[in-house]
């Protein structure tokens, strides 16, 4: 006789077939610091950094005007900007397909969304990249963005904070997205004269272009946890140079023990940070 006997029917056999499986493909995601397995929607939750490690995942455009803007409100400015595809190009792939692809996959017109809203009460103008626009890329429109901003922002004086999110120049409009590097730098000088700040917030990854112009042009240049920023990538470096490059080479923390930033901030402290680095500037 056997010591148990199972008295309801097995689960398999009682469960239709097609309930017997639960979807869950999508729903976890493996982080790639620590390797912990995290529900999707907790990480989400927690503005996308591991509850874990802390490690920082990257943020859409979106959701990080939510995060730094109060009530998760602000005007847009130069939403119908666009870029008008100058040199025709084509690699794999028309840059017109990409273009169009881009804006239908995330509603926006180009890698940059500029928001005039309010930081613990203060107006600030607030310039937020996408990176999965075309790898958050600077062409035409993101430095005209960039460019229209800092001079709103000296005419009405309202702080000007930008992050930056961004591969670098966009190869695909050639020489016009480097002279956006003149452009914009032109354009904060303009502001710094008009006693304006501006703080850039640098997250990962902020290279080529972008470094090169605005995201270390502010009065304060600080950055996320871990973030990688640079000109140009590390093996192009190593194969220059000829040296094995050190430990976190080109990460936010290296940097600031290089003295190219200013501070490392974790995106949970980044608001209150922004606001009182603000405080003091104006006050
Ligand atoms: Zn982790």
């Given at each position: 006789m056997p010591w148990f006997r199972r008295e309801k029917k097995s689960v398999d056999a009682a469960t239709p077939p097609e309930e017997r499986t639960v979807r869950t493909e999508g729903m976890w995601i493996k982080c790639e610091a620590c390797r912990a397995i995290i529900w999707k929607k907790d990480l989400e939750a927690n503005?996308?950094?591991?509850?874990?490690?802390?490690?920082?995942?990257?943020?859409?455009?979106?959701?990080?005007?939510?995060?730094?803007?109060?009530?998760?409100?602000?005007?847009?400015?130069?939403?119908?900007?666009?870029?008008?595809?100058?040199?025709?190009?084509?690699?794999t792939k028309a840059y017109s397909k990409r273009l169009s692809d881009a804006i239908e996959k995330l509603g926006i017109n180009d890698a940059i969304i500029t928001a005039e809203g309010r930081m613990n009460s203060r107006p600030v103008l607030l310039c937020s990249m996408e990176f999965g626009f075309i790898g958050g890329s600077m062409g035409a429109v993101v430095g005209e963005k960039v460019t229209r901003a800092a001079e709103m922002s000296r005419d009405r004086k309202m702080p000007l904070v930008i992050v930056s999110c961004s591969g670098g120049a966009r190869m695909m409009e050639g020489t016009i997205s480097l002279m956006q590097l003149a452009k914009v730098s032109a354009a904060l000088a303009r502001l710094d004269d008009a006693k304006v700040p501006?703080?850039?917030?640098?997250?990962?990854?902020?290279?080529?272009?972008?470094?090169?112009?605005?995201?270390?042009?502010?009065?304060?240049?600080?950055?996320?946890?871990?973030?990688?920023?640079?000109?140009?990538?590390?093996?192009?470096?190593?194969?220059?140079?000829?040296?094995?490059?050190?430990?976190?080479?080109?990460r936010a923390e290296f940097l600031l023990s290089h003295g190219f930033l200013d501070a490392v901030v974790p995106r949970k402290d980044l608001k209150a940070y922004i606001s009182g680095a603000l405080d003091f500037f104006l006050t």
């Open positions: 503005w996308e950094v591991c509850p874990k490690c802390q490690h920082h995942f990257r943020l859409g455009s979106i959701r990080r005007l939510e995060l730094l803007l109060d009530d998760a409100q602000w005007t847009e400015h130069d939403a119908a900007l666009a870029s008008a595809d100058p040199l025709e190009f084509v690699d501006f703080i850039s917030v640098l997250t990962d990854p902020t290279t080529g272009g972008v470094t090169a112009s605005y995201a270390m042009l502010g009065d304060l240049n600080i950055a996320e946890p871990g973030a990688l920023i640079g000109f140009a990538g590390p093996r192009v470096i190593a194969q220059t140079i000829r040296q094995k490059l050190p430990e976190g080479f080109q």
